[in-house]
C-alpha cells in the first residue's frame, strides 16, 4: 500500500468517480467527476479503469506529500502543479519520490484537475461508489461525503501501473470556443420565438452563483410560455429555466427531480468542456439532435481503448 | 393509456404516462416500472418515477436512441395497472404536538378545525408515494385531504429537524434527515426514513402506501424519537 499525506485541501478538493447509480429513484444524487473526459485519461495513464477512484482538484490549493515512493497521474486542467520546485503538466504519468510533495496553486487553464493512482484511490464504496456528496453524506475518504482533508491520507493497494503520456491529439483542448452541443428537450416549443433565437445565438456568461448541483447561465432572459410543470426526473445536462428567464446546467450533484421547463441537455462532452470554465467566462450554445451526439460520443469514447 | 416517449438526454428518454397528478395513476406506475426494468435489464443505468412520469437512463453505449425508443415500445405494449397492494405498505408513527409541529394552529386556523380534527384527518388517510426527491429518503406522498392544503412557507426554515412531518399544498412528507425547508411542520416520526445499512435503503419507494399512526410523547420516545424542540436546534 502506498500512501500519500494531505498537506492542504479545500471544500472543492474531493474524492469522485464515475458517481453513484441505481439509486436515482430513491432520492440520492448521481454525483461523481464533473469533467468526466479528464477523469478518464488520468486513469488511462495508469491503465486504470476509466472509472477508478480520483481526487478531482478544482482551482487549487492542494498538496499532498508522498510517504513512500508513488506513481500517479495528473490531467484536466493546468492548475499550476509543481513536483517540490519543477513545474508539471497535465496529461502524464509521474512518480512522487519519498518526501516529495505535488502542489496544486492555481488555475492557468481550465478549472478542474483530476489526480489518478493505480488501481484508484482507495475508498468505500458507499450505494455502490465513492462519489463525495457532502449534502447527502455519501462518499469520499470518510463514507459521510466530506472534502478531502488537510491531514487525512490518501492510500491506494495496486502495485504497479502504466507510465503514459497523453499526445498532443488525445489532449483534450481546454481553451476551446465552441458552442456547447445541446440536445433540445420536449418543452422546447413552449418557449417564444425570440427566447428560441437568444437561446442559441447570444453569448451567456457564467455566474459565480455555481457549484456541483448546477451552474447558472446570465444573459438576455428566456420567456417560457407554456403551462406549468409537475416535477419530473431530470437529466445531467439538463438547462432548466426558472421563472427569472436565466437557465441553470444541472450537474452532477443536482436533486433528483424538478418541475422547471428545460430547454434541453448538453452532451455529455459539452458537459466536460463546460466544467473546465471559470465563472465571468462566456459560452454559447448550439442545438444537436439526440441520434448526432450519440454517434459522436460512441466516437470519442473510443479512444479510451 | 397511451404512454407518450419524450427526448431528455443524449441517454435519457420520458415516458409520460398522465398529464395530472392521481392516486390511481401509481398502479399503471408500477406496472410500466417493472416492465421497464426487465425489458431494459443490465442495460438501465436508472429509473427515476415522479407522478406522472417515468425517466429512462439508459447505458448508451449498449443502446442507440431508437433501439431505446423500442424497448420501452415493447415494454410498454397491453400495460396493466399492478393490482393493489402491490408495493409495500407502512405505519410511521408521528407525534403530533405544536413543539415540533408549529403549523398545526395554521392549519387549523386556515381550516377552521380543531387541531384534534387536523391531526385525525392527516392521519386517517393511506397516502401514496409518488416520488422520491430533495434528499435521499424523502417520499413525496399525497394527496391530503384538501381542506388541509396549505402553501409552503414563504421563507423556508434554514434547519428542520430529521423526521419532521409536513405539509405543502395536497402533499405530505417527512424530513429523513437535517435539512433546510420550507414545508408546514405538523409532528415528527421516529422512523429511520434512509439507512444505508438497510436493504433497499429507503424505507419508503414509490407505489408504497402510508399511513400515519398518531402516537404519545412517550410512546415517541420509546421508539427512538428525538424531542428537541426546532429553536434549540440552532
Known amino acids: ?305 | 393509456m397511451k404512454p407518450r416517449i419524450e427526448v431528455v438526454a443524449i441517454d435519457c428518454l420520458m415516458v409520460r404516462l398522465f398529464d395530472v397528478i392521481a392516486e390511481d395513476n401509481m398502479p399503471w406506475m408500477l406496472a410500466a416500472t417493472r416492465r421497464l426494468r426487465e425489458g431494459f435489464g443490465a442495460a438501465l443505468v436508472d429509473l427515476v418515477p415522479s407522478y406522472t412520469t417515468l425517466m429512462v437512463h439508459y447505458d448508451l453505449l449498449a443502446l442507440s436512441p431508437a433501439l431505446a425508443r423500442e424497448l420501452i415500445s415493447l415494454a410498454l405494449n397491453g400495460l396493466q395497472p399492478e393490482p393493489k397492494g402491490s408495493g409495500q405498505s407502512h405505519v410511521l408513527p408521528v407525534w403530533y404536538d405544536l413543539s415540533v409541529g408549529p403549523e398545526l394552529t395554521v392549519l387549523a386556523q386556515r381550516s377552521g378545525l380543531s387541531v384534534e380534527e387536523v391531526i385525525r384527518r392527516h392521519s386517517q388517510h393511506e397516502y401514496q408515494v409518488f416520488a422520491l426527491g430533495f434528499a435521499p429518503g424523502f417520499a413525496f406522498m399525497g394527496l391530503v385531504d384538501e381542506v388541509l392544503a396549505t402553501p409552503r412557507l414563504n421563507t423556508p426554515r434554514k434547519r428542520i429537524a430529521a423526521g419532521s412531518v409536513g405539509i405543502a399544498e395536497r402533499q405530505t412528507a417527512a424530513y429523513p434527515v437535517v435539512s433546510p425547508g420550507g414545508w408546514n411542520l405538523i409532528g415528527r416520526t421516529p422512523a429511520k426514513l434512509f439507512d444505508r445499512a438497510r436493504d433497499g435503503y429507503s424505507l419508503m419507494q414509490p407505489g408504497d402506501t402510508v399511513r400515519f399512526e398518531p402516537v404519545d410523547h412517550a410512546e415517541f420516545i420509546n421508539l427512538g424519537g428525538d424531542d428537541t424542540p426546532l429553536e434549540a436546534q440552532a
Open chain 1, 1 to 305: 500500500m502506498s500512501r500519500l499525506l494531505i498537506e492542504a485541501s479545500t471544500p472543492l478538493c474531493l474524492l469522485q468517480d464515475a458517481g453513484r447509480f441505481g439509486v436515482r429513484h430513491l432520492g440520492v444524487t448521481q454525483g461523481g467527476a464533473l469533467d468526466w473526459v479528464s477523469m478518464s485519461w488520468a486513469n488511462w495513464l495508469l491503465g486504470n479503469a476509466l472509472d477508478a477512484p480520483v481526487v478531482e482538484v478544482t482551482l487549487g490549493g492542494f498538496t499532498v506529500q508522498a510517504e513512500e515512493y508513488c506513481l500517479l497521474a495528473l490531467a484536466g486542467a493546468d492548475l499550476g502543479a509543481y513536483v517540490d520546485e519543477r513545474a508539471i503538466s497535465p496529461g502524464r504519468s509521474f512518480i512522487l519520490q519519498k518526501g516529495q510533495r505535488l502542489r496544486f496553486t492555481q488555475p492557468f487553464s481550465g478549472a478542474r484537475a483530476y489526480l489518478a493512482a493505480p488501481g484508484g484511490f482507495d475508498a468505500p464504496k458507499v450505494l455502490g461508489s465513492c462519489a463525495s456528496v457532502g449534502r447527502e453524506e455519501l462518499g469520499g475518504l470518510d463514507g459521510l461525503g466530506r472534502a478531502l482533508a488537510e491531514g487525512a491520507y490518501l492510500r491506494y493497494s495496486s502495485a504497479g501501473g502504466d507510465m503514459r503520456v497523453l499526445s498532443a491529439e488525445q489532449l483534450p483542448n481546454l481553451q476551446s470556443k465552441a458552442p456547447l452541443e445541446l440536445i433540445v428537450g420536449a418543452q422546447i416549443g413552449q418557449f417564444s420565438g425570440q427566447s428560441l433565437f437568444d437561446a442559441f445565438n447570444t453569448e451567456w456568461t457564467l455566474d459565480s452563483r455555481a457549484d456541483r448541483m448546477g451552474m447558472r447561465l446570465l444573459g438576455t432572459p428566456l420567456q417560457y410560455q407554456g403551462p406549468s410543470l409537475i416535477s419530473e426526473g431530470i437529466p445531467l445536462g439538463g438547462i432548466q429555466v426558472p421563472p427569472d428567464g436565466q437557465p441553470i446546467v444541472l450537474l452532477n450533484d443536482r436533486q433528483t427531480i424538478g418541475g422547471y421547463p428545460r430547454l434541453g441537455a448538453l452532451t455529455p462532452l459539452a458537459l466536460a468542456r463546460l466544467a473546465q470554465c471559470l465563472p465571468g467566462e462566456k459560452v454559447r450554445l448550439v442545438p444537436v439532435v439526440q441520434e448526432t451526439a450519440h454517434q459522436q460520443h460512441v466516437e470519442y469514447v473510443r479512444r479510451f481503448h
